[in-house]
Nanobody, 118 residues
């Protein structure tokens, strides 16, 4: 599974952005896909994930009510709609996939920079 993330950019606080993550490969079978982020000087953190079978979602507390993860099965693409962006959302955002419930996220995209100015 190869993942290609896109959609980052420079925005002002309160603005919105939508990130996309397109999956490709000869076979596509994943349990879930997620978004993570890494701010300068900080460890990478979980942001959101969506379960492929039933679109069940989960979010880190700091983005609940502002970010929405969704997917397009036909396009094998996952989206992260980010609204009411804050300067603390500034980070490199990575999409990732896990093949099974018990596996780690072991497929990663290249990252896309999101910068939110105050």
């Amino acid at each position: 599974v190869q993942l290609q993330a896109s959609g980052g950019g420079l925005v002002q606080a309160g603005d919105s952005l939508r990130l996309s993550c397109a999956a490709s490969g000869r076979t596509f079978s994943v349990h879930a896909m997620g978004w993570f982020r890494q701010a300068p000087g900080k460890e990478r953190e979980f942001v959101a994930r969506i379960r492929w079978s039933d679109s069940n979602t989960d979010y880190t507390d700091s983005v609940k009510g502002r970010f929405t993860i969704s997917k397009d099965d036909a396009k094998k693409t996952v989206y992260l709609q980010m609204n009411s962006l804050k300067p603390e959302d500034t980070a490199v955002y990575y999409c990732a996939a896990k093949k099974t419930l018990w596996s780690s996220y072991n497929y990663w995209g290249q990252g896309t920079q999101v910068t939110v100015s105050s």
